[in-house]
């Protein structure tokens, strides 16, 4: 039976935890546990791949067992909208601990997108009101936690932990990402929620940039009029965080 091993940060020291490829969403979770690493937290952003608007992180603790099993949880870019809402009301009802944190663009510019990633999964998981014996991350390690982890390849399809806290970044963004159609309703915003569709494109060139677009991105800088000068990019990094 092939099987795919979840190893623990070397310095914790933490034993080895073989999951079977055919565990399902919540096999990770369920292997963890055998082993004591109880309760698991799964991080995961939204926004990483837009020119405009914040970048947004979840983190989740799902309860063990099928308490924590979640109806229709999946990878969020998976999802329609509405089913993705359904989702969301779901996670943050049954979740033991969750929280978003939101990272704005002018922190994104100024640090970078990685390092703006990396540091904003640390907030979400220092700030869950339940702390984690073990953390699950999609995609990349985050250093410097006090409990091992691992960062899980597409976790956001193989992991509930980590697709929970998917649909918790998604909506959250989402969300702002409408309001932010309110104040700036040139951009469309609403539809394309700040990715880089032909749509945005054509609303830059028209338009300009605005306060919420990113401008460390070079097609963003390349809508610039001729004569603009760039914003402060060392600008305060206040944040918000939605927790529960």
Not at 140 to 146: I, M, N
Request: net charge positive.
């Amino acid at each position: 039976m092939s099987s795919r091993t979840a190893r623990p940060a070397p310095e914790v020291g933490a034993p080895v935890t073989t999951v079977r490829r055919d565990a399902g969403l919540y096999g990770y979770e369920r292997a963890l546990a055998r082993r004591g690493l109880w309760p698991v937290a799964g991080a995961d952003e939204a926004g990483r791949g837009a020119c405009a608007g914040p970048l947004v992180v979840g983190a989740v603790i799902l309860p063990e067992g099928k308490r924590g099993q979640v109806p229709g949880l999946a990878d969020s870019k998976l999802l329609t909208p509405a089913a993705r809402e359904r989702v969301y009301a779901q996670v943050v009802r049954r979740a033991v601990a969750w929280t978003a944190v939101v990272i704005p663009p002018q922190e994104v510019d100024r640090r970078g997108l990685h390092v703006s990633n990396v540091l904003g999964m640390r907030r979400a998981l220092a700030r869950l009101t339940v702390a984690p014996s073990y953390v699950l991350t999609d995609g990349f390690p985050v250093p410097g936690l006090d409990v091992p982890g691992l960062a899980v390849w597409k976790g956001d399809r193989v992991a509930a932990c980590i697709a929970a806290a998917s649909v918790v970044a998604k909506v959250t963004r989402d969300r702002l990402m409408v309001e932010l159609h309110e104040q700036f309703p040139d951009y469309g915003f609403d539809v394309h929620k700040g990715y880089c569709t032909p749509e945005h494109q054509q609303a830059l060139r028209r338009h300009g940039p605005c306060a919420e677009h990113r401008f460390s991105y070079v097609n963003v800088r390349g809508a610039l009029r001729p004569g603009t000068q760039l914003r402060d990019t060392g600008a305060d990094d206040d944040e918000w965080v939605e927790t529960a």
